[in-house]
């Protein structure tokens, strides 16, 4: 191996605005038969905006946004956006609660409360009206999530996070390629898919709770090498799990520190210049 060809390869990519850590990287880059990508911030712009309420609109979206004042979620940030445009009043909330991969809880007005996905509903009932009404927000691509009160449903909201528009031409690349193109995901199935139909992804594996997103890059490992694109702090373990873990550059430290390669300038279309480049290094050096 010439360490030179390593250092002129990575160079020339560096320059590009993709950053290759290390050696190991490429040589796992020559098999990857699989690209596993994150949905929000990766595949989509990860700046969602509601875009319907359904329900007594000031009612819902000033309980939702009581209950969201303290997450961190992108679709907390879309609603308090929302709440804060529509000038409803956002009350206070009690016993804050933030259940991974489902939504929050809180009591307002002594009643408890909660904004989240039907992984949290277990009393209650959901009429067949909300649930028609749900289903066809869904199949626009867009995330809906519950507003409860007590054993209530007070109403739905709808939350839209296009896909970026360079992802199209990305996932493309890939497939050119002879690449096996998936989107991993927390949200629902049915709005994994509409996006992914969007963009021309392969496969989708949606309900993914956060912990377990490395758990299913193990299981693609199964069949061929793997890399991973995300850019959340929930992402950081699968990036360390896949054998090319790819970062993009606006995402969380966590993330960018667990990437072999890390994207500066947030296109995803340099995925598949990454994995050129990394080819032709290695072919280079060996
Ligand atoms: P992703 O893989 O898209 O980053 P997450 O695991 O963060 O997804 O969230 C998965 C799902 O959990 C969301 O689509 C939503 O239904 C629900 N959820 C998580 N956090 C919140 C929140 N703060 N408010 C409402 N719903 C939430
Ligand atoms: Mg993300």
């Keep these: 191996a010439t360490p030179t060809a390593l250092m002129v390869g990575t160079g020339r990519s560096a320059r590009m605005g993709i950053l290759i850590k290390n050696g190991e990287v490429l040589?796992?880059?020559?098999d990857v038969s699989t690209v596993i990508f994150d949905k929000t911030g990766t595949i989509t712009v990860g700046k969602p905006q509601v875009t319907d309420?359904?329900?007594?609109?000031?009612?819902?979206?000033?309980?939702?946004?009581?209950?969201?004042?303290?997450?961190e979620h992108p679709l907390a940030t879309a609603i308090l956006k929302k709440a804060k445009a529509a000038k409803v009043t956002v009350g206070d909330a009690k016993d804050f609660e933030a259940i991974e991969g489902k939504g929050v809880s809180a009591m307002i007005a002594g009643k408890q409360s909660?904004?989240?996905?039907?992984?949290l509903l277990d009393d209650v009932t959901v009429s067949s009206e909300m649930k028609a009404k749900m289903a066809a927000l869904q199949a626009e691509a867009k995330t809906v999530v519950f507003v409860g009160q007590g054993d209530q449903i007070i109403g739905l909201i709808?939350?839209?996070?296009?896909?970026?528009?360079?992802?199209?031409?990305?996932?493309?690349?890939?497939?050119?390629k002879g690449l096996k193109t998936v989107m991993l995901t927390g949200d629902n199935?049915?709005?994994?898919?509409?996006?992914?139909?969007q963009v021309g992804i392969d496969q989708?594996?949606?309900?993914?709770?956060?912990?377990?997103k490395a758990d299913q890059v193990k299981q693609f490992q199964?069949?061929?090498k793997v890399a991973f694109v995300g850019d959340g702090i929930n992402d950081a373990p699968a990036l360390s799990t896949?054998?090319?873990?790819?970062?993009?550059?606006?995402?969380?430290?966590i993330a960018i520190e667990s990437g072999g390669i890390v994207l500066v300038k947030n296109d995803l279309r340099d995925v598949s210049k990454a994995l050129e480049l990394s080819k032709k290094t290695f072919n280079r050096i060996k």
Excluded at 189 to 197: E, L, R
């Design 158 to 176: 709808a939350i839209q996070d296009a896909p970026k528009p360079t992802s199209k031409a990305a996932i493309s690349a890939l497939k050119a």
């Design 189 to 197: 199935q049915a709005v994994a898919q509409a996006i992914a139909d």
């Design 222 to 224: 199964q069949s061929g």
């Design 242 to 253: 896949a054998d090319v873990g790819i970062a993009m550059g606006s995402g969380t430290d």
């Design 53 to 71: 309420i359904v329900g007594d609109s000031d009612q819902v979206l000033a309980a939702a946004a009581s209950l969201e004042q303290s997450s």
């Design 114 to 119: 909660f904004v989240g996905n039907d992984k």
């Design 204 to 212: 989708v594996v949606a309900d993914v709770l956060p912990a377990d």
């Design 27 to 30: 040589e796992a880059v020559n």
